[in-house]
């Protein structure tokens, strides 16, 4: 998503430092560790977007996470509303059926690409901020060479800072999604260790049912009488 330089006119203060990131779960099923990622949280889209047109002067990305499918009714005023606020500058929508919200992406130009959810949701949600990040620091790029062009070095020196924050905070992401696989990967050997022992465990209890039925075989074979 292209951030536009007009839109930076009106509100000085709206591209400098991360936007405030906000958790839209209406079944509120996120669980600690997931909400801990964002600002703010919300379980109705009222209140979220109060709180937004109460802060007009912050900028925001949007995550929904759609478990259930969302009544359309209810849910596309609240996106086509965030739309039409020049400080909320990204949605997101996490669901388990893409494809009814996919068309939805041709009527809000905010609305970044559909994510299914999966389950290291974590992760999902580590790339979705580095995403804004990524964007943050296209748009630091262009205007500090803008900037530059017209011998405002002040300012350019400005957006280089915000930019190298965006990459910091991108370094740091990337670490945690490193940090966040090492651990699953130690969980899964760990994992795999413990189905490997109950493999053998099932194929010593098989060995042993099998020897078991070869005697209660012969035992019940009558035994010939000797001349």
């Excluded at 949007?62 to 990204?90: D, G, N, Y």
């Excluded at 959810?117 to 060479?145: C, G, K, M, P, R």
């Excluded at 405002?152 to 490193?178: F, N, P, T, W, Y």
Aim: glycine share 2%; net charge neutral.
């Amino acid at each position: 998503m292209a951030i536009s330089s007009a839109t930076l006119s009106h509100h000085p203060s709206l591209y400098v430092g991360e936007p405030i990131k906000i958790l839209y779960d209406p079944e509120e099923d996120s669980d600690a560790t997931t909400s801990e990622k964002f600002d703010e949280k919300f379980n109705n889209t009222i209140d979220c977007l109060q709180h937004i047109h109460k802060n007009k002067t912050k900028r925001f990305s949007i995550t929904m996470i759609l478990r259930m499918i969302e009544k359309e009714k209810q849910l596309r005023p609240f996106i086509r509303s965030l739309q039409e606020l020049v400080h909320v500058i990204s949605m997101y929508i996490m669901c388990n059926n893409i494809e009814y919200y996919t068309s939805w992406l041709n009527d809000y130009s905010k609305l970044q690409p559909i994510i299914k959810i999966e389950n290291a949701l974590d992760l999902q949600l580590t790339e979705i901020f580095t995403v804004d990040s990524q964007q943050q620091l296209e748009y630091h790029s262009q205007q500090a060479q803008l900037r530059k062009k017209s011998g405002e070095h002040g300012i350019e020196a400005m957006h280089l800072r915000e930019g190298q924050k965006c990459i910091q905070q991108m370094q740091d992401r990337k670490e945690s999604c490193v940090q966040f696989l090492k651990r699953r990967q130690r969980d899964d050997e760990r994992k795999i260790q413990l189905y490997e022992r109950q493999k053998d465990a099932l194929a010593k209890q098989s060995a042993e049912l099998i020897q078991r039925e070869v005697v209660a075989t012969v035992d019940q074979i009558p035994t010939q009488a000797t001349p």
